[in-house]
């Protein structure tokens, strides 16, 4: 199945939008690491959300090399690029401790982790098994990470406060889980399709949430907890419809350390 051809112009059309789009998901991290580099240090920034980036994106290049998906490993592969980048700044600048912290969990999910899912499939499993297995893995991992903004929602309803829910992160993860939900219908490619249902759905959940409660006070000590759970959503875009901010802060604090 290759994507990219005169027979499927509307999945190619879709397709070509969702790259667009996670594309510029992809770069909204940007700002967090210029003010990193400015620093020469990480501060309270974490780590996790460009690793479960990263992994997302490794596993959809996997399932688009067995696809044979030209618009799914373009974008992953530049995503994957751009979040190495990402981590590589991290380590550069981190404390001891979170770099230490940092190199296990990539060894563990990026290395080990990612190493052990291709090795089983190709060694276990033959033909359409093997791109099934794989697509329901991406898949699964996509519906985790859309599910992570409800406690931006609990959040923001509890505390009457969207400051810590990034519209326009709402906005363009929606319009783009638009997009790659029409590229798989279009296909008939569930793995690409399901997921971005869910995509969908919270995504516009988030904005009537955000319309509902713009005019409200506004709670700074939040600000950070909504970053860190928009940026495991945002770590979904990367994928279709899934591997994230554009204006503002996407940054997460170093809870994990």
Known sequence: MLVITIQNPLATAAGLVGNILSFLVVL???PTFYKIYKKKSTEEYGSVPYMVALFSAMMWIYYGALTMD???LTINVGASIIETSY?????????PK?????LKLVSLLNVAGYGSVVLFTML???GGRRTNIAGWICASFAFSCFVAPLSIIRQVIRTKSVEYMPISLS???????IAWLGYGLLLG???????NVVGFLFGTAQIIIYLIYKNAKKDDTKTKLGNQAAEAMAAAAVIPGSD???PGKLSTPLDEV
Do not use: K, Q
């Open 28 to 30: 909204a991290p940007m």
């Open 70 to 72: 030209f618009l799914l």
């Open 87 to 95: 981590l590589i700044l991290f380590l550069i600048y981190a404390p």
């Open 98 to 102: 979170p770099r230490a912290f940092t």
């Open 124 to 126: 276990f499993l033959r």
């Open 171 to 177: 906005f363009f993860l929606t319009v783009s889980a």
């Open 189 to 195: 490619d569930l793995h690409v399709a399901l997921p």
């Open 244 to 246: 994230i901010e554009l």
